[in-house]
């Protein structure tokens, strides 16, 4: 299903639930998500919600699934899964790397050199690998419904243009995780941890020269009044992504009938995977037009200088692997499996 019949699906389905809410009756199977962005966020509006309501509309009031914005129910975004895996929430849309150590396997995909523009050919290749059994591993105690990624991790610049390894040299760069740390250290710059919501302080007082952020980050947090410069390798090339669950409890998924799993699957499929990606990098496009109709110059590096950038972070692979190796996890094979699959699906998309 398209993303405008989805669209349009979703409000038909919003429509009829206000009219029949005087007549309601309590569901069968009523869940809480837990998240930790605002409502306004497309990933609640055009993400969750949508995805909510369809499975809703599909069990023909069977099913309720309230949603919890902005971490209501309490605790911090790094606790969504424990929240999950204790049951004091039903599903929770979370960020891996938020969660330190807990998903190793499936930090491949955070990896430079994974991410080659598509982010629903990202999805796809998660759930390839979840279905093969190899990514299923880090997921003890919850069941992850769909995965996915952002559009990536582009540079935005305060007052620098960057073309080049040596042009990061001794910036200040914020980063988004483990990963990203390593990415910014091997192209010679130097990294600050801080939350995104504190990015536009953080350059507006030079604490940061830039941030490793994606685009659709930008009009929510005004990040183009703050910077001059956005700039990704050619066709959205990326220096890595982050990825994200949405995870149901182990316990409460076993405990539902095989009719009730299968509208969660069926709305959780492969196609779902793709158009996840799509809403992404739909966002990615609106947030990058919001800075260049400001003036910001959107620098889309050439084959030649991204193969610098693509040098200089090779180390960072080689280290997740080795690190993958000590813990007893073929992380070779991890890693090109996934540059396999997001190449083929980047190929038919």
């Given at each position: 299903?398209?993303?405008?019949?989805?669209?349009?699906?979703?409000?038909?389905?919003?429509?009829?639930?206000?009219?029949?809410?005087?007549?309601?009756?309590?569901?069968?199977?009523?869940?809480?998500?837990?998240?930790?962005?605002?409502?306004k966020?497309?990933?609640?509006?055009?993400?969750?919600?949508?995805?909510?309501?369809?499975?809703?509309?599909?069990?023909?009031?069977?099913?309720?699934?309230?949603?919890?914005?902005?971490?209501?129910?309490?605790?911090?975004?790094?606790?969504?899964?424990?929240?999950?895996?204790?049951?004091?929430?039903?599903?929770?849309?979370?960020?891996?790397?938020?969660?330190?150590?807990?998903?190793?396997?499936?930090?491949?995909?955070?990896?430079?050199?994974?991410?080659?523009?598509?982010?629903?050919?990202?999805?796809?290749?998660?759930?390839?690998?979840?279905?093969?059994?190899?990514?299923?591993?880090?997921?003890?105690g919850?069941?992850?419904?769909?995965?996915?990624?952002?559009?990536?991790?582009a540079?935005?610049?305060?007052?620098?243009?960057?073309?080049?390894?040596?042009?990061?040299?001794?910036?200040?760069?914020?980063?988004?995780?483990?990963?990203?740390?390593?990415?910014?250290?091997?192209?010679?710059?130097?990294?600050?941890?801080?939350?995104?919501?504190?990015?536009?302080?953080?350059?507006?007082?030079?604490?940061?020269?830039?941030?490793?952020?994606?685009?659709?980050?930008?009009?929510?947090?005004?990040?183009?009044?703050q910077?001059?410069y956005?700039?990704?390798?050619?066709?959205?090339?990326?220096?890595?992504?982050?990825?994200?669950?949405?995870?149901?409890?182990?316990?409460?998924?076993?405990?539902?009938?095989?009719?009730?799993?299968?509208?969660?699957?069926?709305?959780?499929?492969?196609?779902?995977?793709?158009?996840?990606?799509?809403?992404?990098?739909?966002?990615?496009?609106?947030?990058?037009?919001?800075?260049?109709?400001?003036?910001?110059?959107?620098?889309?590096l050439?084959?030649?200088?991204?193969?610098?950038?693509?040098?200089?972070?090779?180390?960072?692979?080689?280290?997740?692997?080795?690190?993958?190796?000590?813990?007893?996890?073929?992380?070779?094979?991890?890693?090109?499996q996934?540059?396999?699959?997001?190449?083929?699906?980047?190929?038919?998309?």
């Open positions: 299903m398209s993303i405008l019949k989805r669209a349009k699906y979703f409000a038909l389905g919003t429509t009829m639930s206000a009219l029949m809410a005087p007549f309601a009756w309590a569901a069968e199977y009523e869940f809480k998500l837990h998240h930790f962005l605002s409502p966020a497309p990933a609640h509006a055009q993400m969750l919600e949508p995805w909510a309501q369809q499975i809703m509309d599909a069990s023909d009031g069977r099913i309720k699934i309230e949603i919890f914005p902005s971490m209501t129910l309490g605790g911090k975004p790094p606790q969504l899964p424990r929240q999950v895996r204790d049951g004091v929430v039903d599903i929770a849309w979370i960020v891996n790397a938020y969660a330190a150590g807990q998903f190793p396997r499936t930090e491949v995909f955070e990896l430079p050199g994974v991410h080659q523009g598509s982010s629903a050919a990202v999805n796809k290749a998660m759930r390839t690998m979840y279905e093969e059994g190899e990514l299923s591993k880090d997921f003890k919850v069941v992850p419904l769909f995965q996915h990624v952002h559009g990536g991790q540079l935005h610049m305060a007052t620098d243009e960057v073309r080049s390894p040596g042009d990061l040299a001794g910036k200040k760069m914020r980063i988004p995780s483990r990963t990203g740390a390593w990415v910014i250290e091997s192209l010679g710059a130097n990294p600050v941890k801080t939350s995104v919501g504190e990015i536009p302080v953080a350059l507006s007082k030079k604490v940061i020269d830039g941030a490793m952020i994606p685009f659709e980050i930008i009009p929510p947090l005004k990040i183009h009044e910077t001059k956005q700039i990704e390798g050619p066709n959205g090339k990326r220096l890595g992504t982050t990825s994200f669950s949405v995870i149901m409890n182990e316990d409460r998924w076993n405990s539902l009938p095989a009719d009730i799993q299968q509208i969660f699957l069926d709305h959780s499929d492969l196609e779902w995977h793709a158009e996840v990606g799509e809403i992404w990098d739909g966002a990615e496009a609106f947030g990058i037009g919001i800075a260049t109709k400001s003036g910001n110059e959107h620098v889309q050439s084959e030649a200088e991204w193969a610098e950038f693509e040098a200089a972070v090779a180390p960072v692979v080689d280290r997740w692997i080795a690190e993958m190796d000590e813990k007893g996890i073929d992380g070779q094979a991890l890693y090109d996934a540059v396999k699959l997001v190449n083929e699906n980047t190929v038919t998309n």
